[in-house]
């Protein structure tokens, strides 16, 4: 059986999606300001965007030391000026094991890691996320959804039972959900994007506490 990280070099997902998400990045981004990517796995993403908005600073974290190993290999061939990293960041039932600064970050963006954490990891790593942003940062979460108790589409149901199968602890998440949990950490959602192959780029709002 091929693993993800045996398959790290290249995700065709990735090259197919990465376009339709600089799109959307491109009107939400906060420019001049830090950018953290959590869950960055081929860093192909990390690389495209880093090179595509040169004035961010993007820091790139994961939790797989095979990711990390990885990323510092391509970084020593050469890499955007403004790409930082890797960072270790692992989300866990019991909370958040990293080696970021303690320093807040304008944005959070994290595709396609919702489905693979279990629940409780998604809850400490979204509550981290909140914690971690300014007032009027910005969450995006990139990946398939449901929304109403409704899957967007047959495959992403069966995808959703593949994943189920693979390890109950994972599948796709609710949106509402995950709106609830963040609202509970003074995120709003402000934007619900529609991208190709049912997936979406749910965008949330750190708002300032009066
Ligand atoms: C399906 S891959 C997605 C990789 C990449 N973002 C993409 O869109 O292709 C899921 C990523 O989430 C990371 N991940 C899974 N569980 C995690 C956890 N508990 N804490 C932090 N990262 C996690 C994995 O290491 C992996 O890089």
Known sequence: MT?????????????????????VLKNEIIFG????????????????????????????ADQEQAHLNYLQRKMV??????????????????????NLN?????????????????????QSFLKFAANLLEDQGKLFLYG?????????????EAFDKSLRARDP???IRSFEDVEKLLLG???????????PAHNNLLVFTKRSIE
């Open 77 to 98: 061939l050469g890499a955007p000026e403004n790409l930082f990293g890797p960072f270790q960041f692992k989300a866990s039932d019991k909370g958040v094991l990293h």
């Open 169 to 171: 602890k994972m599948g």
């Open 3 to 23: 693993t993800f990280s045996q398959t790290l070099s290249h995700s065709v997902a990735c090259e197919r999606n990465q376009e339709p998400i600089k799109d």
């Open 144 to 156: 398939p959804f449901k929304f109403n108790g409704d899957f967007t589409s047959e495959s992403n």
């Open 33 to 60: 300001q830090n950018f953290l990517e959590i869950g960055f796995g081929t860093a192909q993403h990390a690389f495209f965007f880093s090179s595509c908005f040169p004035d961010i600073s993007y820091y790139a």
């Open 185 to 195: 950490q003074n995120l709003h959602q402000s934007n619900v994007y529609d991208l």
């Open 102 to 122: 303690d320093e807040k970050f304008s944005q959070i963006y994290s595709a396609n890691t919702l489905h693979i954490m279990s629940w409780p990891e998604c």
